[in-house]
């Protein structure tokens, strides 16, 4: 602002302070020295300092380069103990058990349900339930075991009560710890079985009959999708859909190179 303006401004300054005070002149204040006409500021407080994270919490912090809600842990043990007292969804409280996983650390195939259920909720394992029996034959069928050549794991880790499906905050919050297990283990193939598992991992919302016998992809792991074993058992003419699916499965794991 040059000298004209500045002295413009000034004398309208000093017209607005004569006027609120009858229209009278008034001892005005030395040009340019306007902030005696302004109300005094109040007292700004600097902004608290951020306190730093805990350990606990760094542990959950996402690398930039891992894939959205990967957590980022050093080992599968780390990750499996940090699960065990994880509280960052609802779920925390009404849990008994969290349950992290099963299987070989070399797997073939990496099974990936929707969430415990009440036996898995008590024993702390995934598919030991009439489901998880179930599950056990259908592997069988195909030359495959939680014992030998899979792992089994869930897109939540904590039962939903009532056995409801799994909200999408509650997805959110732990499917990063699911992520880092496949990171973890490398396995071949990912089946994934049930709407919530297809729905989580092909980030599509179609039904099941229009996933099924198609090759998606997971970190850029080859993706297969089947039924519910829980699904099936209520459903029986779902039986022959799930038979071929497994086929499906079996005949892209004898196209893969042998290790």
Known sequence: MNEQHLQKYYNIVNQLHDSTHGGFACRHPEKGDFTKLMPAKKHEQAAPEAKPASTRQQNLIEDENALPGVSVFSSLEELINTAKSCDRCRLCHTRKNVVTGMGILTPDVF????????NEDEQGLPFVGRGGQYLDKWLDSIGLSRTTNCYIANIVKCRPPQNRDPM???????VGYLNQQIAFLKPKIIFACGRIAAQTLTGRTSALVALRQKIHSYQDIPLVITYHPAGVLRNPDLRRPVWEDLKFLKNLLEEMPKD
């Open 111 to 118: 099974v990936v349900g929707e969430g415990p259920g009440a």
């Open 168 to 174: 999408k905050d509650e997805i959110e919050a732990c």
